[in-house]
């Protein structure tokens, strides 16, 4: 006896439900997979954005304290100067002179490297900023994937964002 025709149909109307269903599960899986792969690679981003932000402001603290320094010593250079200067004074005015050009310099020299170090801690700051604006944009694309997902689950008739295949990542602490 042969099969009727509407049985026939009806059976291969589920079993190419059936694939769809087996198709659809698989693009899940896959993006699961994507999902804990971007997951890691954000975090691992994050550590060493982290680590570049530490390196950085360490950094700045050492040219803060070079700063500083630089101007103790140029302070101690006015006072020196100043000093010899008054003991001078009295007939030796080439001497002041050549004195007076050196504290200009020193003066000049203090401000191109304080205008120097300036420029440096401006790039530092903006290198921190494009740092932040990197991981905000990965935390937005990890939304979108985890939405995508959510959204393909709710197509599917699933009754809770993620089943039982899903496992998370424990969170590592810094």
């Known amino acids: 006896m042969a099969p009727s025709a509407p049985r026939t149909c009806a059976a291969a109307a589920l079993r ?5 269903l087996d198709n659809q599960r698989r693009m899940i899986r896959r993006l699961r997979a994507k999902l804990a792969t971007e997951k ?15 390196s950085l402001e360490r950094d700045l603290q ?17 006072t020196d100067i100043d000093r010899r200067i008054s003991q001078l004074v009295c007939g030796k005015e080439r001497k ?4 007076k050009e050196k504290k200009q310099q020193a003066r000049e020299s203090h401000m191109e490297y304080h205008h120097k170090l300036q420029a440096h ?4 700051e903006d290198t921190i900023q494009e740092q932040h604006l990197m991981i905000e944009a990965l ?7 985890l939405q995508t997902i959510q959204g393909r689950q709710e197509d599917n008739g699933a009754l809770a964002p993620f089943d039982d295949e899903w496992e998370e990542e424990p969170e590592e602490d810094p």
């Open 16 to 20: 190419m439900k059936q694939i769809s």
């Open 62 to 78: 050492i040219q803060r304290c070079d700063n500083h320094s630089l101007r103790n010593t140029v302070n101690l250079c006015h």
């Open 139 to 145: 935390v937005e694309e990890k939304a979108s994937l």
């Open 40 to 54: 890691r690679e954000s975090a691992t981003t994050k550590e060493g954005l982290e680590t570049k932000i530490y």
């Open 96 to 99: 002041i002179e050549r004195m």
């Open 121 to 124: 801690i401006q790039e530092a």
